[in-house]
């Protein structure tokens, strides 16, 4: 049974689920009706971070113009562009034994594409997820839905992996940015 989490909270991952080697990040969310005359487009993204939380290089941004992590540990499923559907609406796919040891942490962020110029922003967007399983089995190990109400953000941090003595951890984050994806960008080091 999977373990529900609140915005903030930490639980072991590789601990409590010895032998667990490669793992499924997936994503989803609605969209709120609204008056806009733009379709919703949100994408998933991963920023692979050094111990001072910062990317080692532009190719530690793993989104859907480059799916592939250059270790191969991390690979993104591809884009989604409308997000209709129930489940996910994208996934990330990790082999925890192939991620570099200079890597501390994965950050999994959702923007919302041209949010500025649509007028859109997360406040118009509900049902949010992030769901970590099991690839081999296919067992949900851990859920974090986002309750939170933004309302002006377009681009939000929902979770982290993260090293801590030699285990996998996850941490619910639920961390909105104004500024889309290029402030993402920003505060994690990638040159744009």
């Not at 806009?36 to 971070?49: K, T, Y």
């Not at 953000?153 to 003595?165: F, I, N, W």
């Not at 030699?166 to 940015?177: H, L, Q, R």
Request: proline share 2%; glycine share 12%.
């Amino acid at each position: 049974m999977a373990i529900s989490l609140f915005k903030g909270q930490k639980v072991d991952l590789t601990k409590t689920n010895p032998g667990l080697t490669r793992i499924l990040a997936g994503l989803g969310w609605d969209v709120n009706k609204y008056d806009g005359q733009s379709p919703f487009d949100l994408d998933a993204a991963v920023f692979v971070l050094g111990s001072n939380g910062k990317v080692i290089s532009d190719s530690d941004f793993v989104f859907y113009n480059n799916l592939t992590h250059p270790s191969g540990a991390i690979q993104h499923l591809g884009d989604n562009r409308t997000g209709l559907g129930s489940g996910d609406d994208e996934q990330i796919r990790i082999d925890l034994a192939k991620i570099p040891g200079n890597v501390d942490k994965i950050a999994f962020t959702v923007t919302i594409h041209d949010a500025e110029q649509r007028k859109q922003n997360f406040g118009q967007v509900s049902n949010a997820f992030i769901h970590i399983y099991d690839e081999a089995s296919g067992q949900e190990l851990i859920r974090y839905d986002l309750g939170e109400d933004f309302s002006i953000e377009t681009a939000v941090v929902v979770g982290e992996l993260y090293r801590h003595g030699g285990e996998w951890k996850f941490n619910a984050v639920g961390s909105g940015f104004k500024g889309g994806l290029e402030a993402l960008c920003r505060n994690y080091g990638v040159n744009i």
